[in-house]
């Protein structure tokens, strides 16, 4: 079994890393306690929690690209994952409601979202705009000022070079997951002394902890 593939059965197991409807979910500690359980068994001490989940984030929204590539009329860039090799092992992702779904579906490319003008046909239209969509699709009109201020940076960001795309992209997930630790109740010493996911990654400060810790 490779690495990517046990580490998907190891969070198919724990449906509430992943699940919003699971009633778990909303439990920070719990689910800061399954990564560092998932990474001792992963081999590599729980000290590298932030990289299996980052990992996993990764695997998610791979998956909902490779799904966009069933839909008529997908755009170019979802083309590479039209043969995404572990498609068919995060398919239980189908069954829940997630975070990536979320995502995906709000942030539909404009070439999908609208009809070409060759087709007036109203139910066909409709058709067409439904099409992939889900029961935790998020609706245009419910996004609110944090989805603006990140939804800001986008142009920024595919402006960049792939390569430092790839690299930004893994900072992001590092930063999110260590300061989430620390809401949970980690140490700055602990979260200072984990190891990074790449190799010269930016400073973080952690000036407001006590204020996080007591809201």
Same mark, same amino acid.
């Given at each position: 079994?490779?690495?990517?593939?046990?580490?998907?059965?190891?969070?198919?197991?724990?449906?509430?890393?992943?699940?919003?409807?699971?009633?778990?979910?909303? =439990?920070?500690?719990?689910? *800061?306690?399954?990564?560092?359980?998932?990474?001792?068994?992963?081999?590599?001490?729980?000290?590298?929690?932030?990289?299996?989940?980052? #990992?996993?984030?990764?695997?998610?929204?791979?998956?909902?690209? @490779?799904?966009?590539?069933?839909?008529?009329?997908?755009? $170019?860039?979802?083309?590479?994952?039209?043969?995404? !090799?572990?498609?068919?092992?995060?398919k239980f992702l189908d069954? &829940?409601?997630?975070?990536? &779904?979320?995502?995906? @579906?709000?942030?539909? !490319? #404009? $070439?999908?979202? %609208?009809?070409?003008? %060759?087709?007036?046909?109203?139910?066909?239209?409709?058709?067409?705009?439904?099409?992939?969509?889900?029961?935790? %699709?998020?609706?245009?009109?419910?996004?609110?000022?944090?989805?603006?201020?990140?939804?800001s940076y986008a142009e920024?960001?595919?402006?960049? !070079?792939?390569?430092?795309? /790839? *690299?930004? #992209?893994?900072?992001?997930?590092?930063?999110?997951?260590?300061?989430e630790l620390q809401a949970?109740?980690?140490?700055? %010493?602990?979260?200072?002394?984990?190891?990074?996911?790449?190799?010269?990654?930016?400073? @973080?400060?952690?000036?407001? $902890?006590? =204020? /996080? *810790?007591?809201?």
């Amino acid at each position: 079994m490779s690495e990517t593939e046990r580490l998907i059965e190891l969070v198919k197991s724990r449906r509430f890393l992943y699940d919003l409807s699971d009633p778990l979910y909303k =439990d920070r500690h719990k689910r *800061m306690e399954a990564w560092k359980e998932i990474s001792r068994l992963m081999g590599s001490g729980s000290g590298t929690a932030h990289i299996w989940s980052a #990992k996993w984030k990764g695997l998610k929204d791979n998956y909902a690209k @490779y799904k966009k590539t069933s839909e008529p009329g997908f755009v $170019e860039a979802y083309k590479k994952y039209k043969h995404w !090799p572990w498609a068919d092992k995060v398919k239980f992702l189908d069954d &829940c409601v997630s975070t990536t &779904c979320r995502r995906v @579906y709000n942030y539909t !490319p #404009k $070439e999908i979202r %609208e009809p070409s003008p %060759e087709n007036t046909d109203p139910k066909t239209s409709e058709d067409n705009l439904n099409e992939g969509t889900s029961e935790c %699709e998020v609706k245009k009109d419910s996004l609110d000022g944090v989805d603006h201020f990140f939804l800001s940076y986008a142009e920024t960001f595919k402006k960049l !070079p792939p390569r430092m795309q /790839i *690299m930004l #992209k893994l900072e992001i997930a590092t930063l999110f997951t260590r300061y989430e630790l620390q809401a949970d109740g980690m140490s700055k %010493e602990s979260i200072e002394n984990m190891p990074r996911i790449v190799p010269h990654p930016v400073k @973080y400060e952690f000036d407001f $902890e006590n =204020d /996080i *810790m007591n809201e």
